[in-house]
Nanobody, 131 residues
């Protein structure tokens, strides 16, 4: 079963940065669009970025200017760079990939449907922003 593994989470102070990684296990990501999502217990999951197979990115307004996403040339890893972190960024961050859907559709579905409905997904990494 295709799976993704997130890493790079941790505890940081407000204003600091983190880079999350999403690595494919058993396949390569070159043909996939990859979305990043976050969720706080009791709240809906929200999409924070997506990158197409060609490298085009979509960043929603509420994190634009602070979050970016990129693909590694190894075709196995995708990153979420988070700068100027705020306490409200505290959440579990997930990545999910799909070989057919557009980024718009991945972000929509990933925020409203179980991530296992996409081609591949991870178990998440915790990010805590606190002084």
């Amino acid at each position: 079963q295709s799976q993704l593994v997130e890493s790079g989470g941790g505890l940081v102070q407000p204003g600091q940065s983190l880079r999350l990684s999403c690595a494919a296990s058993g396949f390569t990501l070159d043909a996939y669009a990859i979305g990043w999502f976050r969720q706080v217990p009791g709240k809906d999951r929200e999409a924070v970025s997506c990158i197409t197979s060609r490298g085009t990115t979509t960043i929603p307004d509420f994190v634009r200017g602070r979050f970016t996403t990129s693909r590694d040339s190894d075709d196995i890893t995708v990153y979420l760079q988070m700068n100027n972190l705020k306490p409200e960024d505290t959440a579990t961050y997930y990545c999910a990939a799909d070989a057919v859907l557009s980024c718009a559709r991945i972000m929509e579905l990933g925020a409203s449907r179980p991530l296992y409905e996409l081609d591949a997904w991870g178990r998440g990494t915790q990010v805590t922003v606190s002084a």
